[in-house]
């Protein structure tokens, strides 16, 4: 008998020490009430499909195998004990979910298969962050209540894959990572003047010269050396569909980029036509070494940006519609991105092409002359039912009619557009740019910078400038990651963890809801889901933010 008192003492002890663990769901949500008592999770829990969420159960199921190395039972339909996941037929936000965790039973509702999802992800940061070992399990929950839903529509992370390439199975890792945090765009940056990274069946020197270069300067810009390594890669276009799929089976859109009309040097190493000199020799950077040939044109070695661009010729737009129209075939995205950053104007100043074409269009300058470029590939997409994306330079001389613009060289970009009454997506670097330094004390090569993690979590992607009438333009926010220093997977997610997991709460949680000392709090125990993740993270976010908030 007192055996048996014990060892339900000791349960009890268990189940209520199980129940008082904090709940940490990030981004945090809108609505959460904590309520007494709690839902025990078993190996002989069923998920509930109601129709039209099959897909969402199996994914559920994915998840779960992937971070704690178990599946449950899907059933169609039925009461009881079990994971219901139902749609829900009235009208609500479009990615809006509701959460209820009673003692019989989780429900995750919701009037979109992406609510759903999203309710998922929440319902999954409910598992302590375990692995479970063997094939019996009780899992104990907190009841509870939520109501969520996001507070931007775009919410996005880009990754950089010319710099340094990321083969398919990070490219996979990094949009779970994407998903789990309640982003909904992954920006995908194909193309620039390092390598070319995407299968082109028309042109293939695209990838068979543009995707590798003959080595890559060593340390910081302009380096100390060259490593004189062949280095590069591309994606298959069925490579491409595997990921396109990878992500929409997650709800998340990619927009893939292709660099116009600079950042152009790979293409231009494979088809040299497309340069406004083909016969110059490729420039190479002041103060850098250099591998190999460096006669004729050659894909980039050094990091920067190089003047020659593509030639605003009849034959450049027939290659790039060309290209637009195998991209426009893998990818789904109603965005397409068309670059349009740091094109030097010296070599359209010196072609006499450029000249005649600026003369005949009755263009000003050769600014006038990228804007006359940007419109008339915006033209092409908008015939095919796409619309453009580009960096803030594409209000240079004018901006085309239906482009949406990424502000990236601070804010005034996008506050520009808004005014213009056209959609704006916020990159300012001094705030989501994820591959500045994290810390003063970075004993690893970035590109320089200092955004801490406090200053993301604080950023605002409405600038105040805006009135609320122009404050709809702000479509949300994106955190950039470009991969000149970032030459392994590792670094990568070292870079994004745990500033992206700042910036999820900046795109979803409404904004009386943020509160940088609970996100603080919370750090250890997304630290402990980063390790389940199997992910690298900067850990020493603590200690630069306790530095932050001292100051
Ligand atoms: C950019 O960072 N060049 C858009």
Redesign the pocket.
Known sequence: MRKICFIIIMAFMMQSTQAQRKVVIIPEPVQMNLKNGSFSLSNATHIIASKGTEHEAAMLNIYLKELYGFTLPVKKAGKGHGILLALLKKSDKPESYHLDVTKNQVSIKAVTTQGIFEGIQTFLQLIPPKKIEGTTFHISMPQLSIYDYPAFKYRGMHLDVCRHFFDVAFVKKYIDYIAMQKFNTFHWHLTDDQGWRIEIKKYPKLTEVGGWRNGTIIGHYPGTGNDGIHYGGFYTQEQIKEVVKYAADRHITIIPEIEMPGHASAAIAAYPELSSFPNMNTQIAKGTKWAGDSTGKQVQQAWGVFPDIFVPSDNTFTFLENVLDEVMALFPSKFIHIGG??APKDYWKKCASCQVLIKENGLKNEEGLQSYFIHRIEKYLNSKGRNIIG?DEILEGGLAPNATVMS?RGEEGGIAAANQHHYVIMTP?QYVYLDHSQTKHEDSVTIGGYTPLITVYNYKPVPKELDTALAKYILGAQG?V?TEYMAYPSKVEYMVLPRMSALSEVLWTPENKKNWNRFKEELPELYERYQLWGANYFKNSLNEAANQASK
Do not use: R, V
Request: proline letters at 0%; a negative charge.
């Open positions: 950053d740091e960096w990236w670097g950039n470009w």
